[in-house]
Protein backbone atom coordinates (compact mmCIF):
# COMPACT_ATOMS: atom_id res chain seq x y z
CA UNK A 1 0.00 0.00 0.00
CA UNK A 2 1.27 3.42 -0.87
CA UNK A 3 1.24 5.62 2.23
CA UNK A 4 2.56 9.54 2.26
CA UNK A 5 2.85 11.47 5.06
CA UNK A 6 3.05 15.44 4.85
CA UNK A 7 5.94 15.65 8.11
CA UNK A 8 7.53 18.02 10.01
CA UNK A 9 10.83 16.24 11.64
CA UNK A 10 10.96 18.87 14.60
CA UNK A 11 6.99 17.73 15.42
CA UNK A 12 6.98 14.54 17.97
CA UNK A 13 3.52 13.46 16.93
CA UNK A 14 4.87 13.69 13.19
CA UNK A 15 7.84 11.83 14.06
CA UNK A 16 5.30 9.21 16.16
CA UNK A 17 3.27 8.79 13.11
CA UNK A 18 5.93 8.04 10.55
CA UNK A 19 7.93 5.69 13.20
CA UNK A 20 4.09 3.87 13.58
CA UNK A 21 3.43 3.20 9.97
CA UNK A 22 7.49 2.13 9.71
CA UNK A 23 7.15 -0.35 12.40
CA UNK A 24 3.81 -1.70 11.03
CA UNK A 25 6.26 -2.72 8.30
CA UNK A 26 6.01 -0.18 5.47
CA UNK A 27 7.97 2.23 3.39
CA UNK A 28 6.18 5.50 3.33
CA UNK A 29 6.83 8.76 0.94
CA UNK A 30 7.58 11.27 3.17
CA UNK A 31 7.27 14.38 2.58
CA UNK A 32 8.88 17.37 4.66
CA UNK A 33 6.44 19.46 3.93
CA UNK A 34 8.35 22.81 5.43
CA UNK A 35 11.28 22.50 2.93
CA UNK A 36 9.12 21.41 -0.28
CA UNK A 37 6.29 23.79 0.33
CA UNK A 38 2.54 23.41 -0.44
CA UNK A 39 0.70 24.31 -3.87
CA UNK A 40 -3.33 25.53 -3.76
CA UNK A 41 -4.26 22.71 -5.42
CA UNK A 42 -2.28 20.41 -3.80
CA UNK A 43 -3.31 21.69 -0.14
CA UNK A 44 -6.87 21.96 -1.69
CA UNK A 45 -6.89 18.02 -2.88
CA UNK A 46 -5.63 17.30 0.41
CA UNK A 47 -8.31 19.14 2.61
CA UNK A 48 -11.62 18.08 0.30
CA UNK A 49 -10.04 14.48 0.72
CA UNK A 50 -9.33 14.76 4.56
CA UNK A 51 -12.92 16.75 5.28
CA UNK A 52 -10.81 19.36 6.38
CA UNK A 53 -11.23 23.28 5.79
CA UNK A 54 -8.39 25.63 5.93
CA UNK A 55 -9.34 26.99 9.12
CA UNK A 56 -9.46 22.76 10.76
CA UNK A 57 -6.24 22.51 9.17
CA UNK A 58 -4.39 25.71 10.87
CA UNK A 59 -2.03 25.09 12.98
CA UNK A 60 -2.31 27.73 15.81
CA UNK A 61 0.60 27.05 18.41
CA UNK A 62 4.08 27.35 17.28
CA UNK A 63 3.44 29.16 14.24
CA UNK A 64 2.63 32.75 13.37
CA UNK A 65 -0.95 32.14 13.31
CA UNK A 66 -1.68 34.52 16.09
CA UNK A 67 0.52 37.43 14.72
CA UNK A 68 -0.88 37.19 11.02
CA UNK A 69 -4.30 37.82 12.59
CA UNK A 70 -5.42 34.38 11.47
CA UNK A 71 -7.23 33.56 14.49
CA UNK A 72 -9.86 36.06 13.91
CA UNK A 73 -12.65 33.17 13.07
CA UNK A 74 -14.11 36.18 10.21
CA UNK A 75 -10.61 35.43 8.35
CA UNK A 76 -11.76 33.86 5.20
CA UNK A 77 -10.51 30.33 4.04
CA UNK A 78 -9.09 31.62 0.72
CA UNK A 79 -7.36 33.93 2.86
CA UNK A 80 -5.78 31.12 5.37
CA UNK A 81 -4.73 29.16 2.19
CA UNK A 82 -3.01 32.00 0.54
CA UNK A 83 -1.08 32.53 4.34
CA UNK A 84 -0.31 28.88 4.25
CA UNK A 85 1.03 28.85 0.67
CA UNK A 86 3.54 31.52 1.93
CA UNK A 87 4.17 29.84 5.24
CA UNK A 88 4.41 25.94 5.40
CA UNK A 89 4.39 26.18 8.37
CA UNK A 90 0.68 27.46 9.22
CA UNK A 91 -0.59 23.68 8.20
CA UNK A 92 -1.20 21.12 11.08
CA UNK A 93 0.61 17.89 10.59
CA UNK A 94 0.99 15.29 10.19
CA UNK A 95 -1.23 14.79 6.96
CA UNK A 96 -1.21 10.94 5.86
CA UNK A 97 -2.77 9.31 2.81
CA UNK A 98 -3.55 5.88 1.74
CA UNK A 99 -5.67 4.01 -0.41
CA UNK A 100 -7.99 4.29 3.30
CA UNK A 101 -8.10 8.28 2.95
CA UNK A 102 -6.68 10.83 3.92
CA UNK A 103 -6.22 12.59 7.49
CA UNK A 104 -5.01 14.65 9.98
CA UNK A 105 -2.96 12.26 12.60
CA UNK A 106 -3.82 14.17 15.53
CA UNK A 107 -3.50 12.38 18.24
CA UNK A 108 -0.94 9.71 16.18
CA UNK A 109 -3.16 7.02 16.58
CA UNK A 110 -5.53 8.31 14.01
CA UNK A 111 -2.93 6.92 11.77
CA UNK A 112 -4.15 3.40 12.75
CA UNK A 113 -7.44 3.87 11.39
CA UNK A 114 -5.72 4.34 7.55
CA UNK A 115 -3.28 1.12 7.85
CA UNK A 116 -3.95 -2.58 6.92
CA UNK A 117 -1.66 -3.82 9.68
CA UNK A 118 -0.67 -2.11 12.75
CA UNK A 119 2.38 -2.84 14.76
CA UNK A 120 2.99 -5.90 17.33
CA UNK A 121 1.44 -4.76 20.76
CA UNK A 122 2.29 -3.47 23.45
CA UNK A 123 2.98 -0.34 21.61
CA UNK A 124 3.00 3.33 22.89
CA UNK A 125 2.48 6.25 21.51
CA UNK A 126 5.26 9.51 21.68
CA UNK A 127 3.82 10.49 25.71
CA UNK A 128 4.27 7.20 26.55
CA UNK A 129 0.64 5.98 27.05
CA UNK A 130 -0.50 2.25 25.25
CA UNK A 131 -1.39 2.56 21.92
CA UNK A 132 -2.16 -1.07 21.15
CA UNK A 133 -2.04 -3.50 23.74
CA UNK A 134 -0.39 -7.00 23.90
CA UNK A 135 -4.03 -8.56 22.13
CA UNK A 136 -3.26 -6.35 19.25
CA UNK A 137 -5.95 -3.86 19.69
CA UNK A 138 -5.97 -0.22 19.91
CA UNK A 139 -6.39 1.49 23.16
CA UNK A 140 -6.88 4.90 22.55
CA UNK A 141 -6.32 7.28 19.37
Known sequence: MDIVIHHNPACGTSGNVVRI???AGYSPTIIEYLDTGWT????LALFAAAGLSPRDALRTTKSPAEELGLLDPSVPND???DYMLDHPVLVNRPIVATRKGVRL???SGVVLDLLDRWPTGPYEKED???????DGNKVAD
Open 105 to 107: CRP
Open 40 to 43: RPQL
Open 128 to 134: GSLLIDA
Open 21 to 23: VQD
Open 79 to 81: VLL
